[in-house]
């Protein structure tokens, strides 16, 4: 087993001919190298952003959403059936046209009502605006913060000495909060796109420590760099979207779009992946560790590809309309008012001491 393993890290797999393990030994002179032991460092380091994040959102994130006005809208629950609730745990949340027929005979209601009882059902189970809100802050709050840290340590990667104390802290921090995003992946906001997100954290985790690792320092700042430009702004424009500031959102997610397509699409490709594809092989042979690394970024920038169409696409939906689409996957907020007012209605509320008589008029921002 112990042999296998050192086969595994042999440095003819990870480095250029004529350069090892042995090249990142700290010296005497007092030049430090990065070194495989330090990876452990980002463990506790996620333990303490599980910890942290939940502090954060009840103390700092709950209070800013009350600030701005986010509020979770009346939800009409679904009524207690345990043959549709089986049905829904077990099968689907989404019944096909058959399978709402069957279920309909099965439980003597119409096949409208076994559909509105399952888009209660999901509505139940569908995160509040609130929950949405906090995450968005945290995130928002670390993307923000990392951005203008990656700025620092950029400056000091150009300095002579292998590593700089910044350098360290900048990419443990970063790591271990991917890390925390993947433990905590499972019980976030559900999205379209979740497939995707845990390919990115995965992919992120291994390039992020694959860079550290064989001392790509320089080229690992400015990925990391690259993709925290964007993110700040994209959960900005979620927050601004729960607190209903819809001109706002729209303004904010115009500015990410540019700035992700910049980054992502323009000089991540075109200059960093270039650099790290073209350069090497001017100066040695390909060699494994070299197709790692860049099949890591090739696997990224497919990810970047895949979300751009989506960006593009929204962009192009709401600025005819003034309307944001949001990635969650979630219901329309619309039929769920128009059932808590039909509620109402049915049950005698009444409005300034009148029944309501017409509630089709729509909100425009």
């Given amino acids: ?62 209070p800013l959403a009350a600030l701005l006005g986010v509020r979770d809208k009346p939800r009409v ?38 559909q509105r009882w399952f888009r209660r059902r999901r509505n139940q189970d569908r995160p509040s605006k609130v929950k949405k809100f906090q995450e ?9 913060g990392a951005f203008f840290a990656g700025l620092a340590v950029l400056v000091d990667v150009s300095k002579a000495l292998p590593l700089l104390p910044s350098q360290y802290w900048y990419y443990m921090i970063e790591l271990g909060f991917y890390i925390s995003l993947l433990f905590s992946v499972a019980s976030d906001v559900k999205r379209k796109d979740f497939k995707e997100q845990i390919v990115h954290h995965v992919a992120t985790i291994s390039l992020i420590g694959f860079s550290w690792l064989v001392n790509y320092i320089r080229a690992g700042t400015l990925i990391m760099l690259v993709h925290d430009a964007a ?5 900005s424009a ?31 490709p075109f200059w960093i992946i270039h650099t790290t594809w073209v350069y090497p092989l001017t100066l040695y042979p390909p060699f494994f560790g070299f197709y790692f690394f860049n099949g890591l970024l090739f696997v990224l920038q497919a990810l970047h590809v895949f979300w751009a169409a989506l960006i593009i696409r929204m962009v192009m939906k709401f600025l005819p309309a003034n309307v944001y689409e949001r990635s969650d ?3 329309s907020e619309s039929e769920e008012e ?8 049915t049950n005698g509320h009444v409005q300034n001491g009148h029944i309501p008589l017409n509630n089709n008029h729509r909100k425009i921002d």
């Fill in 1 to 62: 087993m112990l042999s296998r393993m050192s086969e595994l890290w042999a440095d003819w797999i990870w480095f250029p001919e004529g350069h090892g393990w042995a090249d990142f030994q700290d010296r005497s002179d007092g030049k430090v190298f990065p070194q495989m032991s330090d990876l452990w460092t980002t463990l506790p380091i996620a333990l303490c952003f599980l910890l942290v994040r939940p502090l954060f959102e009840r103390t700092i994130a709950g």
């Fill in 238 to 268: 979620k927050m601004f979207n729960y607190a209903g500031w819809k001109r706002t959102c729209n303004l904010i997610f115009t500015v990410f779009a540019a700035v992700f397509i910049i980054t992502r699409l323009v000089i991540l």
């Fill in 77 to 114: 629950c679904a009524s207690a059936n345990p043959t549709l609730e089986s049905y829904f745990r077990s099968t689907s949340k989404h019944p096909s046209q058959s399978s709402l027929e069957r279920l309909s005979k099965q439980t003597g209601v119409s096949v409208r009502q076994v």
């Fill in 329 to 331: 996957r979630e219901e």
């Fill in 231 to 235: 993110d700040y702004l994209m959960e």
């Fill in 338 to 345: 128009n059932e808590v007012i039909k509620e109402k209605s």
């Fill in 136 to 144: 968005a802050s945290w995130r928002f709050t670390f993307y923000l």
